[in-house]
């Protein structure tokens, strides 16, 4: 019993302590926030769970890809990194869209077969960049094997790029979907019936509770970092449906698209 009661007081002070910050804003807006936050409370212990339970199927198998290529954003650290070291190490000729590309070659000495590792600048914030990134990478290479779109920035402020667009949506989602579109045809020419292109979305279980807000994809009226990290992962989620759905009815089948999702 006094656990009951000890229980509601602690919920009934975080309310009152959470509605006192936040009393200027409309109670639609609260609301909205407080269900984002559990949810992605939800998701993230759901994702913890699904990988406890099926951690035994997680294998690391790198068959060789000598003469394949890849292309990967960001990777100067985090997942990215690591996802590099493993494409080098299966021989892959693997290209980073990154913002400081003088950092590659720090990198590629720490790394087996690092030699294989180059880098050209590209800004995800910037659809020029994204442009001219696209283009660094098709005047070398006419074929592609693999697009990783990994790089990803996660609950900033409310900020426009210079597209105009929400930084979060133009990073994670917008700058990743032109890439795509850019490289298409690359990616095509890379694929065979038994040996299929690829393109991976690094997304998230964000995109669960997310959110397309069609009516004000930059969420001006209300800014919720949270709902705008979740509605640009749900993005991209929509991004590779939407190719996969394309290409997979072809009869001629080149390209696959899939999704990983993280916790
Ligand atoms: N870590 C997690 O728990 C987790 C969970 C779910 C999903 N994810 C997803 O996994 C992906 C990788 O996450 P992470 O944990 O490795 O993140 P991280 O360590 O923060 O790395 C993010 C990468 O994105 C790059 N990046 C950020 N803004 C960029 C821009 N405007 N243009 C080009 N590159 C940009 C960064 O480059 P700089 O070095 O130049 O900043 C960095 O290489 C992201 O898409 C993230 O949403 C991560």
């Known amino acids: 019993m006094s656990f009951v009661i000890a229980s509601a007081v602690v919920l009934t002070t975080a309310a009152a302590v959470y509605w006192y910050v936040n009393r200027h804003k409309p109670l639609k807006h609260i609301l909205s926030e407080l269900r984002y936050t559990l949810d992605m409370q939800g998701a993230g212990a759901g994702g913890l769970i699904d990988d406890w339970i099926n951690v035994w199927r997680n294998r690391v198998v790198l068959p060789d890809a000598s003469n394949k290529i890849a292309v990967i ?3 100067g650290r985090g997942i990215g990194t690591e996802v590099i070291r493993g494409l080098l190490k299966a021989n892959m000729r693997v290209i980073m869209g990154i913002r400081k590309p003088e950092m590659a070659k720090k990198m590629a000495q720490t790394m087996q077969n690092g030699e294989n590792l180059e880098a050209f600048k590209l800004d995800l914030k910037s659809l020029k960049s994204v442009k001219e990134f696209a283009r660094n990478v098709l005047d070398k290479y006419s074929e592609i094997n693999l697009l990783v779109n990994n790089a990803g920035v996660m609950f900033g402020d409310y900020e426009l790029t210079e597209d105009g667009v929400e ?3 133009a990073v994670n989602h917008l700058g990743h ?6 490289l298409l045809p690359a990616l095509k020419i890379g694929g065979r019936l038994d040996r299929l292109s690829r393109i991976v979305n690094v997304t998230s279980c964000a995109h669960y509770p997310g959110k397309i807000y069609f009516e004000d994809i930059n969420m001006k009226e209300h800014y919720d970092t949270t709902a705008a990290y979740a509605q640009s992962k749900l993005a991209q989620v929509i991004q590779l449906n939407l190719l996969f759905s ?3 009815k072809l009869v001629y089948t080149i390209l696959m698209a899939f999704k990983i999702n993280m916790t």
């Open 73 to 75: 954003t960001g990777g």
């Open 177 to 182: 979907f032109y890439l795509t579109h850019l």
């Open 167 to 169: 930084s979060q949506l």
């Open 246 to 248: 394309l290409y997979n």
